[in-house]
């Protein structure tokens, strides 16, 4: 069986960390790297876990595929995030030059977008890929957080 590498593909494997993420009570985001199709990084959000504000999954992503790749350049790289990523971590896209953005969800008020933060000048960007699967289930985390307050 022959697996068709595309946008959908890799934004089900960054719902993994997503859905891995929730399981640690983190905002279920979930970013993952890719190369050449193939992942080379995988992270989820560990901010509460790591009680650090920076530790967002796309920084998480940018740690580990820099170390694989024994640099901090991502030219190559398209990073797969089931949010858009907020100022802070367009930043480091921008810094890390990264090739590629695909998000799903998008964030209205924190976003890189709503925000006016500029990417790298030849970073790429692909919006709304399973963007209901990625928006449920922050949905569904920030329902339930206010239930229990």
């Not at 859905?19 to 992270?43: D, F, H, T, W, Y």
């Amino acid at each position: 069986m022959i697996v068709p590498y595309n946008d959908e593909y890799f934004m089900k494997r960054a719902l993994q960390e997503a859905k891995i993420a929730l399981s640690k009570n983190e905002v279920p985001v979930g970013a993952i790297i890719v190369m050449n199709n193939q992942i080379i990084a995988r992270a989820h959000n560990l901010v509460e876990t790591l009680n650090d504000v920076t530790a967002h999954a796309e920084m998480q992503a940018f740690t580990a595929a820099s170390d694989y790749l024994g640099g901090k350049y991502l030219a190559n790289c398209t990073l797969y995030v089931t949010l858009e990523p907020c100022q802070m971590c367009a930043g480091a896209s921008y810094w890390a030059q990264l090739g590629k953005i695909v998000y799903g969800a998008s964030d209205l008020t924190r976003g890189f977008s709503a925000t006016s933060i500029k990417l790298h000048p030849k970073t790429k960007v692909v919006s709304g890929i399973l963007q209901e699967e990625c928006s449920l289930l922050l949905k569904q985390f920030f329902i339930e957080k206010r239930n229990l307050n």
